[in-house]
């Protein structure tokens, strides 16, 4: 069973892997004719890799995010009701965002994306253990950072022949980019050490905390330069 398991695992990196590396050349030719003129299988294939770029490798700021909601608790059951909180709320203000309903100023949403990472961080220093409450708090930041989605996404625009396909391939994109990040943390980090007696005090507090300094270095920056 486990041997199948790494080999699927094995085979969906190899897919991601492909699909940026095909979208690449796609995406350089955007820069040179006009969006409308694309294809829609062309153009599905362009925003499903902007919108695993748009998290790997662009995406420190929700990487950390990632990271922080998966260091208290890396057990599947709650990380996947986190995942899916955060899923759904970001899906909202990105479409609504792209569809012109709402326009989130980027002066104040960017450092808020900061202070989301900030919190969650020094919660996972100051919690023993995973509250209830978080999830409705992780569905509260899922929809600011959906904003910030909506930002990136903006610059790029969507073409008008294929515009609901596009923004949904560049949130599939997006959520590709956050399975990848959760199976590495998992991996590299969770499978040998989540059990461990020191895992909270050497690894989750210290990790919280460099990722708290970064996410407070980021919200002055991002509020006053």
Request: hydrophobic share 55%.
């Amino acid at each position: 069973m486990i041997i199948n398991f790494r080999k699927s695992l094995t085979r969906v990196i190899c897919v991601v892997v492909t699909l940026l590396i095909v979208a690449q050349p796609v995406l350089a030719h955007v820069k040179v004719r006009e969006l409308e003129k694309m294809s829609k299988a062309s153009a599905a294939l362009v925003y499903l890799g902007v919108g695993y770029q748009h998290i790997l490798p662009l995406g420190f700021d929700h990487i950390l995010f990632i990271l922080s909601l998966f260091l208290l608790s890396p057990k599947l059951k709650p990380l996947l009701w986190q995942a899916t909180a955060f899923t759904v709320a970001h899906s909202i203000t990105l479409g609504l965002a792209m569809y012109g309903l709402i326009v989130p100023p980027s002066k104040i949403i960017e450092p808020v994306i900061a202070l989301s990472i900030l919190y969650v961080a020094l919660e996972n220093v100051f919690s023993p253990k995973l509250k209830s409450s978080r999830i409705v708090i992780v569905f509260l930041f899922g929809l600011v950072h959906g904003m910030g989605f909506a930002s990136a996404l903006g610059q790029l625009g969507l073409p008008k022949q294929s515009y609901l396909l596009s923004l949904i391939m560049f949130n599939v994109g997006v959520e590709l980019g956050q399975v990848t990040i959760i199976l590495a943390a998992y991996f590299l980090l969770a499978k040998w050490f989540r059990d461990k007696p020191y895992y909270t005090s050497y690894m989750v507090v210290p990790m919280s905390l460099l990722i708290a300094v970064i996410a407070c270095y980021w919200t002055v920056q991002r509020l006053f330069f």
